[in-house]
């Protein structure tokens, strides 16, 4: 028969068996971290990315008809957000050292400071990277200096591609994303369930790019004084502005100045390609080395202005350090090469210089400057997320 001192062992053992299994329990029971607030700072109600404030004018059919969003792939809070978080991610670059945002700061309107970007191990792209503020409004939809790329979606994963700048392949791509926890999560809240591949990759990164948009700018807010206008008229005084900065409005909307045939829409692009008369001859073909058409030789892409204050260097080369130095070149320096674009054509072919004064200049840089848009540089929804 077992004594009373077995008994008081084997009701203490009995215990001890029970508060083992009650921990464990408890310790299967507590809710796992969540990987995406451990790693992100994402806020609690997801970021406005679809429908901003945007005043009427730049709601107007003919801007409406500039925007190049794909039909299978509209813009969503959460698809943005999940492009934001791929934008910023520097583990899709060969060493992990490089990310989207690393060549498009946004400080800097989202391009680079530097001539040229460098890549993951040091080397330098072969342009500047150009602003993407605005993307989203370039009427036919190609993208890089030389139009290379057909759509938004085909380009975003090209630099990822490209030996220099992020150095990996597609289906590295896929496995970095795969083998981050806190992208399940963004994945099914962006497309509806877990699945991750390089379309929707693209995708989301995508729709992060066409919701960087500028609307707030000195520009806008004195645009609003005409809103039944389709256009202001280019001696039209803007309460808010300088007598300087008025006159720059007028030279460059007027014919003194010409800017406004390839920056005159509200969205300040082109949808076309043009040789602005950088070189007699040829240091870059362009657009001409993705056609074989020697008629598009030295042709480049028409990046929109807003913002342009702050995205020097300016040209595909990054060759001119200050606005300055841009409208001196308009003024004085354009070169006659074979396909300098008519818009910069005299009747009898030799290039059409401006010619303005020293006053003039400076006009039209204070009207540039309008175009500044600091709420877009620094909004928390388009800023890096990581921790």
């Not at 370039?138 to 938004?152: E, S, V």
């Not at 962006?190 to 379309?199: L, Q, V």
Request: hydrophobic letters at 35%; charged letters at 20%; aromatic letters at 10%.
């Amino acid at each position: 028969m077992p004594t009373k001192k077995t008994g008081v062992i084997v009701a203490l053992a009995t215990v001890i068996t029970l508060l083992i299994i009650a921990c464990n329990k408890n310790k299967t029971e507590l809710p796992q971290e969540d990987p995406v607030a451990k790693y992100l700072n994402l806020p609690a109600t997801v970021f406005n990315y679809t429908n901003p404030a945007m005043p009427a004018y730049l709601l107007s059919p003919p801007i409406q008809g500039q925007i190049n969003t794909a039909a299978n792939n509209q813009t969503t809070d959460w698809g943005a957000t999940l492009g934001r978080v791929l934008f910023y991610d520097k583990t899709l670059s060969k060493n992990k050292t490089i990310s989207c945002a690393s060549c498009h700061k946004q400080e800097n309107a989202f391009s680079d400071f530097e001539t040229l970007s460098k890549g993951f191990n040091g080397g330098l792209t072969g342009r500047n990277s150009m602003s993407l503020i605005d993307a989203k409004y370039y009427p036919n939809g190609r993208f890089f200096w030389d139009q290379r790329a057909a759509t938004l979606e085909q380009q975003v994963l090209m630099p990822i591609q490209d030996l220099v700048e992020m150095g990996i392949t597609l289906d590295t791509l896929v496995k970095r994303v795969q083998d981050q926890p806190y992208y399940p999560t963004l994945f099914t809240k962006a497309f509806g369930n877990t699945t991750i591949n390089s379309d929707l990759i693209s995708k989301a990164i995508s729709q992060f790019v066409r919701s960087i948009i500028s609307y707030q700018s000195k520009y806008d807010q004195g645009r609003q004084t005409f809103p039944a206008a389709p256009a202001p008229p280019p001696n039209a005084l803007f309460p808010n502005f300088t007598a300087q900065e008025n006159r720059g409005k007028e030279i460059f909307l007027s014919p003194i100045g010409g800017c406004a045939p390839c920056h005159g829409s509200e969205t300040f692009t082109a949808p076309d390609v043009k040789n602005n008369g950088l070189d007699a001859m040829l240091t870059d073909r362009g657009f001409g080395a993705v056609t074989n058409i020697p008629t598009d030789n030295g042709l480049f892409k028409v990046t929109s202005l807003r913002n342009v204050e702050l995205t020097a260097p300016y040209m595909h080369d990054g060759r001119f350090a200050t606005l300055e130095q841009v409208i001196d070149h308009y003024n004085s320096g354009v070169k006659n090469h074979p396909n300098l674009s008519p818009q910069l054509r005299l009747p009898n072919g030799q290039p059409r210089l401006l010619n303005i004064s020293a006053a003039d200049k400076a006009a039209l840089v204070a009207f540039l400057k309008t175009l500044t848009d600091r709420n877009v540089t620094s909004d928390v929804k388009f800023s890096n997320p990581f921790k």
